[in-house]
């Protein structure tokens, strides 16, 4: 069951990045957050397949750990994924014009 409810919540804040990202490029934004691989103008194909590609990666260790192997390593790729929908959501509230970090909820 933690599973699935990890690989649909890597989906969505997958999703919620790349419709932030390309939505924040549509006001004149500067990608700034999101990793090197999309570089700081990624279209919104770019964004799909890098983001998607490494999260479809990352859902496929999460079922191939799922029972089998030491339980380490099935605690590792969880908290890799939980980094990842994390990390995700934090960029996407970033894209969004959020601030975690000011008073006013607005970054400068």
Same mark, same amino acid.
């Given at each position: ?10 989906? +969505?804040?997958?999703?919620? !990045?790349?419709?932030?990202? !390309?939505?924040?490029? #549509? ?6 957050? /999101? $990793? ?6 990624? /279209?919104?194909? @770019?964004?799909?397949? %890098? ?12 079922? =191939?750990? #799922? #029972?089998?192997?030491? @339980? *380490?390593?099935? *605690?590792? =790729?969880? %908290?890799? =994924?939980?980094?990842?929908? =994390? %990390? ?9 014009? +959020?601030? $975690?970090?000011? @008073? !006013?909820?607005?970054? @400068?």
């Amino acid at each position: 069951m933690l599973t699935w409810l990890l690989i649909i919540a890597l989906g +969505v804040s997958t999703g919620a !990045d790349i419709a932030s990202t !390309d939505a924040c490029q #549509r006001r004149g934004c500067i990608e700034t957050a /999101s $990793p090197a691989l999309l570089t700081r103008h990624p /279209s919104p194909v @770019r964004a799909a397949l %890098g983001l998607g590609g490494i999260s479809a990666a990352e859902a496929g260790g999460l079922i =191939v750990t #799922r #029972r089998r192997g030491p @339980r *380490w390593i099935r *605690w590792a =790729v969880r %908290g890799l =994924v939980v980094a990842e929908v =994390v %990390g995700h959501g934090y960029y996407a509230a970033r894209n969004g014009g +959020v601030c $975690p970090h000011g @008073r !006013d909820g607005v970054c @400068r």
